[in-house]
């Protein structure tokens, strides 16, 4: 993305007063700025000139903001324009968002809401031109996410094309799905590659240890403060913050949140001075954010300067051929790891693996792995080491699935390894249960495990 003094804004008004106090404000926030006097003058300004984003009056004399709206998005569609218009005319404003503009602001303006809606007009302005330059075949990303499925192709097109910018994006996914890796892959992929990636679990501390874990402390702010502590945001300057389970966080850590993001700066806690900071800020959740501020458990505004671009990665259970390529993967890291001999991984296992619904998406089937590889006996991975709900779901399926006759042999096997599974392994109740004594179990155990 292009630094803020690179950033163009247009500026459309017939009130030259007014005109004159908006430019100079946008110039004090590091924006450059160019004005209209009316839409005629804003239109043929946009038909010869690059700009990032428009914001502009509704009522004006020679031609409105709805008919320069119009001309500018047949012009330059991509081109975020925001709407300026009086309470009286809200409903016009309401009409050319519904045609396809950026967002709207009531007079008199709320200086702060039009810095954040001017934020989000640049920051999108910028993905959206990333977009119609990048050719994802062409993209040398750098990126540990494993996978060919279309969610996983339409997500790594995703990472092409924002990575780039300085776009502020949230990252949406179910627990385990790998979001960490995404926002990796972000910072990886980034002009601040080269700096510093720091990741922040808001959900693993206590507010007051979160405070000082991302702000800092001076020496004597608590009890156990002995020195001045750099919290994680200065240690991320020139560089990516991951914020990991942003909904944890409270509504007076969102506050202080907000006010970094905006102002870029910042006060350690227990001080006074304060600090220039230059971070990217990448979240992530598993929370429905949008429904959270609806409930008021989550700042509109905070909400609003962090989804910029959001990323949503896909569960496990959509990334239909992946399992295969992600299994291969984690035997081989984790044979490695322990010092096992893994010749090969047998069919049945992974059909066994192929067929689970995986709740607990790639963190889940990661661990089921390292479990398997840990157990395994021989140099073959099998199913017999696999986690019991793996083993269990595979046998409730094969016995719905039976048609016709089978061997006595085959549902009594089933019926042990079910068994089994509902009691956790416990083997003394899986014998109660099934009627026989545990020696009785354990000497058909054996037997199925030498077929």
């Not at 925001?82 to 045609?99: G, K, L, P």
């Not at 790594?156 to 910018?165: D, F, G, H, Q, S």
């Not at 507010?207 to 750099?230: I, N, V, Y």
């Amino acid at each position: 993305m292009a630094k803020k003094s690179e950033v163009t804004i247009l500026v459309v008004d017939d009130d030259q007063v007014h005109r004159y106090m908006l430019s100079s404000m946008l110039a004090e926030w590091g924006w450059r700025t160019v004005e209209a006097d009316d839409g005629t003058t804003a239109v043929a300004a946009v038909e010869k000139h690059e700009y990032d984003a428009v914001l502009m009056d509704v009522r004006m004399a020679k031609m409105d903001g709805r008919e320069a709206f119009s001309r500018i998005q047949k012009i330059k569609p991509e081109l975020p324009v925001v709407i300026m218009t009086a309470y009286s005319t809200v409903d016009d404003a309401v009409e050319a968002i519904q045609q396809g503009a950026h967002d709207y602001l009531t007079k008199p303006l709320d200086f702060e809401r039009l810095r954040l809606v001017l934020l989000r007009a640049v920051d999108h302005q910028q993905v959206e031109s990333r977009k119609q330059t990048t050719d994802l075949q062409e993209t040398n990303l750098t990126t540990s996410i494993i996978g060919s499925s279309p969610p996983i192709n339409e997500l790594l097109e995703m990472i092409a094309y924002v990575a780039p910018t300085e776009a502020t994006v949230l990252i949406y996914g179910e627990s385990g799905t790998g979001k960490e890796l995404v926002a990796e892959a972000m910072h990886l992929n980034s002009e601040r590659q080269a700096q510093p990636f720091i990741k922040v679990n808001c959900a693993a501390l206590a507010e007051s240890l979160l405070e000082s874990e991302l702000f800092g402390h001076e020496k004597g702010a608590f009890t156990g403060a002995d020195k001045r502590r750099e919290g994680k945001f200065v240690q991320a300057d020139g560089g990516t913050l991951f914020l990991d389970e942003i909904g944890e966080t409270s509504q007076a850590m969102q506050v202080k949140l907000l006010r970094v993001l905006q102002e870029q700066e910042l006060q350690r806690v227990g001080g006074e001075e304060t600090v220039r900071v230059d971070v990217r800020i990448i979240a992530a959740t598993n929370r429905d954010l949008e429904k959270e501020v609806a409930e008021n458990n989550f700042r509109e505004d905070l909400y609003y300067r962090l989804n910029v671009v959001m990323l949503t990665v896909p569960p496990l259970r959509d990334r239909e051929g992946d399992v295969e390529q992600l299994v291969k993967h984690f035997a081989e890291k984790f044979a490695k790891k322990n010092r096992r001999v893994l010749d090969a991984i047998t069919p049945d296992c992974m059909e066994y693996l192929s067929h689970y619904s995986w709740p607990g998406n790639v963190r889940e089937l990661e661990n089921a792995i390292e479990r398997g590889i840990i157990l395994m006996r021989g140099t073959e991975l099998t199913e017999k080491t696999l986690p019991l709900a793996i083993q269990k779901q595979h046998v409730e399926t094969d016995v719905r699935s039976v048609e016709g006759p089978t061997s006595l042999f085959e549902v009594e096997k089933q019926l042990i390894y079910k068994t089994l599974a509902e009691t956790g392994g416990n083997k003394s109740e899986a014998a109660r249960r099934l009627g026989i004594t545990r020696k009785t179990l354990q000497n058909k155990l054996n037997r199925y495990e030498k077929e």
